[in-house]
Nanobody, 115 residues
């Protein structure tokens, strides 16, 4: 099992940046795959970016160039750096870990992009 706690969300102006953090309750080296998803009001949850424990990353086409995912193994934390934020990026952002065929989710952190 793993518990995930997201942080770093908040209110940001259009064009601004945020770095979200996902802290895991166990060594992330033992977790083959972790990712960030987001869900805007009235919309389905969508994939933002993923990273493997080998460091291979993937970003959704819609967000390429705007986000980057990284990890700090010593801190058991995965980060999502988001730049040039737009109002349409307003959403709850959720961390996911896949471990032995089971998906674990954090409770999310809210990002609001508004002037």
């Amino acid at each position: 099992q793993v518990q995930l706690v997201e942080s770093g969300g908040g209110l940001v102006q259009p064009g601004g940046s945020l770095r979200l953090s996902c802290a895991a309750s166990r060594s992330i080296l033992s977790i083959p795959w972790m990712g960030w998803y987001r869900q805007a009001p009235g919309k389905q949850r969508e994939l933002v970016a993923t990273i493997t424990n080998g460091g291979i990353t993937y970003s959704a086409d819609s967000m390429k160039g705007q986000v980057s995912i990284s990890r700090d193994n010593a801190k058991n934390t995965v980060y999502l750096q988001m730049n040039n934020l737009k109002p349409e990026d307003t959403a709850g952002y959720y961390c996911q870990a896949q471990l032995i065929g089971v998906d674990y989710w954090g409770k999310g952190t809210l990002v609001t992009v508004s002037s």
